[in-house]
T-cell receptor
Framework: KNQVEQSPQSLIILEGKNCTLQ??????????LRWYKQDTGRGPVSLTI?????NTKSNGRYTATLDADTKQSSLHITASQLSDSASYIC?????????FGKGTSLLVTP | KAGVTQTPRYLIKTRGQQVTLSCSPI?????VSWYQQTPGQGLQFLFE???????NKGNFPGRFSGRQFSNSRSEMNVSTLELGDSALYLC???????????????FGPGTRLLVL
């Protein structure tokens, strides 16, 4: 069964600190993996899209990694800001269907 | 460029009724996808339309249907509403090129539906 598991479910960090969110998947075949940021009350915003051949991709302070062998991805946030408080959703595309994780809720506190 | 717009933003219906939600994609985008988001299930894919044709479909019952017009605007219809249909319905647009699947999708703010 195709599954996408994200951890932790929620996370609280101090402003300025770094953090890493995890995404493990069992989806097969694999087309691409996406990370989205969703602020409360808004639609998701795409952060990165990675294909099989890409093992790291950055978007400002966000860096995503992909290990297609172990079927793991991570999203690293550097020097967190209050505006990073949001839900982060990992999505794995099999080429036939999109498989969604349930998200990690991140709270950045002053 | 204007972003993806969805109307209405909020809606309250009762069980058994039907509802139609509307989505206007970013100008020039030809692909529109619909998603349902609930606290328990997270985001789930409903269907995708490209050039007025349904290109992909998720695992939802036939009560959920959609269509796309020649101007790429899309509507989603849910008939015989159930309490469990209460959710945030999001639409996303992309240019919908030949592969389509590695493109960035741009989401609208969603329509929050409450079924009583």
């Amino acid at each position: 069964k195709n599954q996408v598991e994200q951890s932790p479910q929620s996370l609280i960090i101090l402003e300025g600190k770094n953090c890493t969110l995890q995404c493990n998947y069992t989806v097969s075949p694999f087309s691409n993996l996406r990370w989205y940021k969703q602020d409360t009350g808004r639609g998701p915003v795409s952060l990165t899209i990675m294909t099989f051949s890409e093992n790291t991709k950055s978007n400002g302070r966000y860096t995503a990694t992909l290990d297609a062998d172990t079927k793991q991805s991570s999203l690293h946030i550097t020097a967190s800001q209050l505006s990073d408080s949001a839900s982060y959703i990992c999505v794995v595309d099999s080429g036939y269907a999109l498989n969604f994780g349930k998200g990690t809720s991140l709270l950045v506190t002053p | 460029k204007a972003g993806v717009t969805q109307t209405p933003r909020y809606l309250i219906k009762t069980r058994g009724q039907q509802v139609t939600l509307s989505c206007s994609p970013i100008s020039g985008h030809r692909s529109v996808s619909w998603y349902q988001q609930t606290p328990g299930q997270g985001l789930q894919f409903l269907f995708e339309y490209f050039s007025e044709t349904q290109r992909n479909k998720g695992n939802f019952p036939g009560r959920f249907s959609g269509r796309q017009f020649s101007n790429s605007r899309s509507e989603m219809n849910v008939s015989t509403l159930e309490l469990g249909d209460s959710a945030l319905y999001l639409c996303a647009s992309s240019s919908g090129g030949t592969s389509g699947r590695e493109e960035t999708q741009y989401f609208g703010p969603g329509t929050r539906l409450l079924v009583l």
